[in-house]
């Protein structure tokens, strides 16, 4: 499982697992195909892994993550972003197709 977490990302799961957590808690990361990105994701603190989920540790932060988000998030970059349009963990996956209006382009006509 090749997956990276900027140093924002991290910054925003240990300020997550200090609000919300006790010693030993997790960061449970259950990660969706969808969303304009290719990726969605469902997270929360909790005390314990649910039954099936991995236990990692990157940067310092520990990670439950499901059998489908382990598949998913290979070779991903997890990013935070807050802008005025979005607060939340990012994800950039180099496989993901972006997303496209189908607009007409005129064509120049050659003579």
Not at 20 to 47: H, I, K, N, Q, Y
Not at 50 to 67: I, N, S, T
């Amino acid at each position: 499982m090749d997956f990276t977490l900027t140093p924002a990302a991290v910054r925003f799961i240990r300020l997550m697992l200090m609000a919300d957590g006790v010693p030993g808690s997790g960061f449970r990361l259950a990660v969706t195909p969808g969303g304009c990105s290719g990726l969605s994701a469902d997270m929360e603190v909790r005390a314990a892994p649910e039954q099936g989920d991995a236990v990692v540790e990157r940067d310092g932060v520990k990670l439950f993550l499901p059998a489908e988000s382990r598949m998913l998030l290979d070779g991903v970059t997890i990013d935070f972003a807050d802008t005025p349009t979005q607060t939340g963990l990012v994800f950039h996956d180099p496989r993901g197709s972006s997303c496209s209006t189908n607009e007409s382009r005129p064509v120049a006509l050659s003579q």
